[in-house]
């Protein structure tokens, strides 16, 4: 079945370490984002990805940084310059049909706890 | 500018009550609307979306959103509450779709109780 696997499901990090969250979709989506999710917020966007090669910054971009090397990969790492960093990490993806859209497909979501 | 505004972060209804959570949105184009739901530890799965057309919307497990313009808003509704429908739900907009980014709502839990 097609969908978004996100991994690890949970990760702990230590203060001053990097850490990278896996986000891989076999839809063939075009477009791909990374939200954060905390608790009485929502979700807030951190980056996205239209195209292979290419990403914007969200919301609240400061201290994590992406990549998109190939269309079914978009990894997320949060670095050391991120302050507050424990939160659940929600990967989402989007096919493009014209201009129509049909709402995202999630992944099962990275909870990430500083220790 | 986009933004959501759901009214109440907690609601409570019994088992076999309607079901009600409030969404307002402000949008200067015409916005399109999506529900979603999520579960423990999950993340989120689309329940219906407004795009263009008929705007009374069915989505899944009996959930109904009905899109009206004039009082900007678009809550979602459920005749009789099944324990099961127990989660978060999250309101949110998107301006004319494509690329666009979405703006989510704060969520609403919603409790059921036997």
């Known amino acids: 079945d097609g969908g978004i696997t996100q991994s690890p499901k949970y990760l702990f990090r230590k203060e001053g370490q990097n850490v990278t969250l896996s986000c891989e979709q076999n839809?063939?989506?075009?477009?791909m984002y990374w939200y954060r999710q905390d608790p009485g917020q929502g979700l807030r966007l951190i980056y996205y990805?239209?195209?292979?090669?290419?990403?914007q910054k969200g919301d609240i971009a400061e201290g994590y940084s992406v990549s998109r090397e190939k269309k079914e990969s978009f990894p997320l790492t949060v670095t050391s310059a991120q302050k507050n960093p424990t939160a659940f990490y929600l990967c989402a993806s989007i096919a493009r049909t014209g201009t129509v859209n049909y709402g995202y497909t999630f992944g099962s979501g990275t909870r990430l706890t500083v220790v | 500018a986009q933004s959501v505004t759901q009214l109440g972060s907690h609601v409570s209804v019994s088992e076999g009550a309607l079901v009600l959570l409030r969404c307002n949105y402000s949008?200067?184009?015409?916005?399109?609307l999506f529900w979603y739901v999520q579960y423990p530890n999950q993340g989120l799965q689309l329940l219906l979306k407004?795009?263009?057309?008929?705007?009374l919307v069915k989505g899944i497990n009996g959930f109904e959103a009905e899109f009206k313009k004039s009082e900007t808003s678009f809550h979602l509704t459920k005749p009789s509450a099944h324990m099961s429908d127990a989660a978060e739900y999250f309101c949110?907009?998107?301006?004319?779709?494509?690329?666009?980014?979405?703006?989510f709502g704060i969520g609403t839990k919603l409790q059921v109780i036997p």
């Open positions: 949110a907009v998107n301006l004319s779709g494509g690329y666009q980014k979405v703006t």
């Open positions: 990805s239209q195209i292979v090669n290419d990403f």
């Open positions: 839809l063939n989506h075009d477009a």
């Open positions: 407004y795009t263009t057309g008929a705007t």
């Open positions: 949008s200067s184009v015409p916005p399109y």
